[in-house]
């Protein structure tokens, strides 16, 4: 074990090294700034780097003001350079880990990441993976690679843990401090470092036995979130066949103080961990000839939904005689959950897409997402909406429910609403169809 690094980790002289500076690693990067810990991020977009070297925050969930303190005081810089590394005592990775267009694993940014830190890597360094990934990548895509490439010793010379993520971007409730941090480490001294390091950090600490199994308990509760609410979702489908209101149903449900944990139906599933996080534990498992029927199934169920709203749509344009070709429809919200900026993997974006698909003329409102990237180009949230501007579109299809939305007016003045988000009473709004609730009669 390194006294050294133990007592740097101890009296917060250790420099953090935060590779990736998005929604996971700029967030971590403050919080050991908070800590007392001097951080330096490291990135590829030369422009993100240059952003934050001003003092400009671009995370929702990071503090403009302690941000800027943290700049202008040196205790945070961020780079692209990574011999940086030479001169850093801890690194935590939290670059991204999508999907392929066949739904497997790219690991091709921590690739990227060990392809810089095989040449800098020294002596008393601790290095943690917090990208979400299959289980086995800590030990046989990492350690494999930084041992045989460098001659160093795990447990010896460097350690290595997994902590996966849990940020939850907007929730007001719990933020990296008070979220319990699991970590497992290739041997019993990296994950005592992994304890010592975010104890100092973190509320709590959980240590569990491997890096396989904090691997696992991501996806373990990624996989949990995306099959109860595919199983809400298609409670929603069946609700509508049957002529029940689903949101009754749950609410109802959710009287019962044990056995039942309340998810709710939407438009699909978003953002960057439950679409995905799944798959990584499928693929895995095709891959030792075991094939993960639950997580298919939610999958399939949940991927359909954005179709299943556009059906929604077709079904109440055709109450006033008209098609989706030819109609103008706002979407209320293009972010992936309420009250954020957030758009990645958004079912929003889904649904636009099958709307202009099929020769509909859509706009959006969303007052956290001004503007996104569509079709090589861009596409500019309206301003605000009016009684005139939502009266002038055929139908208003509400896919977010931001908390700063004027649902009263949208139910006063709408021609049609097509509510995903259970955000407005059925008995007040002359013409509406809500997801997972039966048809109104022709």
């Not at 011999?83 to 066949?102: G, M, Q, S």
């Not at 690739?111 to 830190?117: G, N, Q, S």
């Amino acid at each position: 074990m390194s006294e050294l690094l133990l007592s740097k980790i101890k009296n917060k002289t250790a420099t953090i090294g935060v590779v990736g500076l998005g929604y996971v690693g700029l967030p971590l990067a403050m919080e050991f700034n908070r800590s007392g810990y001097r951080v330096t991020g490291i990135d590829i977009d030369k422009k993100r780097v240059a952003t934050l070297n001003l003092g400009e925050n671009y995370i929702q969930d990071v503090n403009n003001e302690f941000f800027k303190q943290q700049v202008a005081e040196k205790r945070f810089s961020a780079t692209t350079d990574f011999a940086v590394i030479r001169n850093i005592d801890v690194v935590t990775i939290c670059v991204p880990t999508p999907l392929n267009k066949l739904k497997d694993p790219d690991v091709s940014y921590i690739v990227a990441v060990l392809d810089e830190l095989v040449k800098y890597l020294h002596k008393d360094i601790f290095i943690i993976l917090e990208s979400t990934t299959y289980p086995g990548t800590t030990r046989d895509l990492i350690l494999s690679r930084l041992e045989e490439e460098t001659g160093l010793k795990v447990g010896q010379d460097f350690f290595l843990c997994f902590s996966p993520e849990r940020v939850d971007p907007g929730n007001p409730d719990y933020q990296i401090k008070n979220t319990p941090k699991v970590i497992g480490g290739i041997t019993a001294t990296c994950t005592g470092f992994g304890t010592e390091l975010y104890s100092r950090v973190i509320d709590k600490v959980v240590p569990v036995s491997s890096p396989e199994s904090a691997e696992l308990v991501k996806l373990l509760e990624n996989t949990f979130r995306s099959i109860n609410i595919g199983l809400v979702n298609e409670m929603a489908i069946i609700c509508e066949k049957l002529g029940v209101d689903v949101w009754e149903v749950i609410e109802a449900a959710n009287t019962k103080p044990f056995g039942y944990m309340k998810f709710v139906p939407g438009p699909g599933l978003g953002g960057h961990c439950i679409p995905i996080d799944p798959h990584y534990l499928a693929w895995k498992l095709k891959s030792l000839d075991y094939k993960a029927r639950f997580i298919e199934l939610a999958g399939e169920i949940n991927t359909n939904m954005p179709y299943h709203v556009v059906d929604l749509v077709s079904t109440g344009l055709n109450q006033f005689k008209k098609a989706i070709n030819g109609s103008k429809l706002l979407l209320i919200g293009i972010a992936y959950k309420k009250d954020i900026d957030d758009v990645r993997e958004s079912p929003a974006l889904d649904v636009l897409r099958l709307l202009e698909n099929q020769g509909a003329e859509v706009d959006y409102y969303d007052p956290f997402v001004p503007m996104i990237k569509w079709n090589g180009d861009s596409k500019t949230s309206l301003s605000n909406i009016s009684p005139n501007s939502i009266q002038g579109f055929d139908a208003v299809v509400i896919l977010t429910a931001h908390s700063n939305i004027d649902y009263r007016l949208i139910r006063e003045k709408a021609q049609l609403i097509i509510d995903t988000r259970n955000t407005i009473d059925k008995t007040k709004a002359k013409h509406i169809i809500k997801l997972g609730v039966g048809f109104p009669e022709e």
